[in-house]
Nanobody
Framework: VQLQASGGGLVQAGGSLRLSCAASLRTFSNYVMGWFRQAPGKERLFVAAISWGGGSVNYADSVKGRFTISRDNAKKTVYLQMNSLKPEDTAVYYC?????????????????????WGQGTQVTVSS
């Protein structure tokens, strides 16, 4: 199983980036997908999650209204559109997959429910 995140980079404050995470999961549509981020010296924190069909999404308060998570099950890819970026958004961003055929977990924000993790992609926002 492999999750390959891409799309990170250096951007000025107020700018936008779109992250992608391509998954080699056999039944991608049975997985809840999430994005987390980790700043230097800090713990890895929840950013956003999306249910199988995209009907349920959740965001951390710090990114609500600026970030949008989406998925394309045919391409086995999840996206994170990040707008109005701030210097405090600087971090390594990780995608994660939670095998959840029974439904969208109410603990979508918890690192421990996710079964697979990508390698991370660096996002740096300059002021």
């Amino acid at each position: 199983v492999q999750l390959q995140a891409s799309g990170g980079g250096l951007v000025q404050a107020g700018g936008s980036l779109r992250l992608s995470c391509a998954a080699s999961l056999r039944t991608f549509s049975n997985y809840v997908m999430g994005w987390f981020r980790q700043a230097p010296g800090k713990e890895r924190l929840f950013v956003a999650a999306i249910s199988w069909g995209g009907g349920s999404v959740n965001y951390a308060d710090s990114v609500k209204g600026r970030f949008t998570i989406s998925r394309d099950n045919a391409k086995k890819t999840v996206y994170l559109q990040m707008n109005s970026l701030k210097p405090e958004d600087t971090a390594v961003y990780y995608c994660a997959a939670d095998y959840s055929p029974q439904g969208y977990s109410d603990r979508y924000y918890a690192r421990e429910v996710y079964d697979y993790w990508g390698q991370g992609t660096q996002v740096t926002v300059s002021s």
